[in-house]
């Protein structure tokens, strides 16, 4: 091999990580990939979907002042009737648990119009699919499912309405025998690190996750795609010093830097938000 044909090979862009939460949305929240989402959402649902609907991403703005500001990762609409929120996580943070009942309680009330009428509440089901392993739930499988049940005596389910799926990506490495040959295995493996030979393997009888891995291929070359992953690593990176050491005023003063850069490279305030937490007024004075 000549100089120039190892220095190109160098060259070659290592593909951007679908674990961050960014790319996470982009690669499987876009218009455009709901035959990705389809069959990834089949994998976790451990059912045939007819069809998906990704058009309604959207950040939820705050209805008052006092509202957190929650933002989607990845809003599906399925079969035309039931919607499914996907969020990827990989910092663990405080009330993480808390957290998911918030965002599923906001788009389940969502529905429900001025009329009332409570018919027009939809199954909603909330997927968390988080970077480390969960504290309280060190003795469950990699992917856990929960809904409302009657504990006493029969285990009734109170309603189908509340759906809730629990996916800890390091766990997957403790799998043995056919458990490794599971769909979502195989996806969490692609999420994990889509270069690697087992994923080159599963994409031979899996069209859709070659469309993902061709679909990443194209935004790792995406300049704007490489900033913003750039700098949610930074964020990242930056949050678990902080949190490491407790510098309250440093944590700050860093994520307000990351979001000054941000907004000075052209990058939507939505993003901004979901990437740094900081409000529209915070963003606005940087």
């Known amino acids: 091999m000549t100089q120039k044909e ?3 090979g160098e060259e070659k862009r290592k593909l951007l990580s679908p674990k961050l939460d960014v790319i996470f949305q982009a690669l499987f929240g876009e218009v455009g990939s709901e035959r990705i989402t389809k069959k990834f959402l089949e994998a976790i649902l451990d059912e045939e979907l007819e069809e998906v ?3 309604r991403n959207i950040v939820l703005r705050r209805e008052n002042l006092e ?6 990762d990845v809003l599906v609409k399925i079969n035309n009737e039931e919607y499914c929120n996907v969020e990827m996580q990989m910092v663990e943070k405080d009330k993480l648990l808390e957290r998911i009942l918030y965002y599923w309680s906001r788009i389940y009330g969502k529905n429900l119009k ?13 997927v968390l699919i988080v970077n480390f392993e969960i504290n309280r739930l060190e003795e469950l499988e990699y992917h856990s499912r929960w809904k409302i049940i009657e504990e006493e005596k029969r285990k009734l389910v109170l309603t189908e309405d509340l759906e809730i799926h629990i996916i800890e990506i390091p766990k997957i490495y403790k799998l043995a025998g056919e458990e490794q040959e599971e769909e979502l295995v195989k996806w969490l493996e692609f999420i994990e690190n889509p270069e690697s030979k087992k994923v080159e393997k599963y994409m031979e009888e899996n069209k859709e996750m070659k469309e993902a891995k061709e ?4 935004m ?3 300049e704007r795609m490489q900033i913003l992953a750039e700098l949610r690593l930074k964020a990242i990176r930056d949050e678990k010093a902080v949190e490491r050491y407790g510098y309250k005023q440093g944590r700050e003063k860093g994520i307000k830097e990351i979001a000054k850069k941000m907004k000075d490279n052209g990058i939507e305030i939505e993003i901004i938000q979901k990437i740094t937490n900081l ?8």
């Open 6 to 8: 190892e220095t190109k």
């Open 53 to 55: 609907d990704l058009s």
């Open 67 to 72: 509202d957190k500001m929650g933002i989607l």
């Open 114 to 126: 001025s009329s009332n009428d409570y018919i027009e509440l939809k199954k909603t089901i909330e």
């Open 215 to 218: 679909k990443l291929e194209v």
């Open 220 to 222: 790792s070359e995406d």
């Open 279 to 286: 409000t529209q007024e915070e963003i606005d004075v940087l």
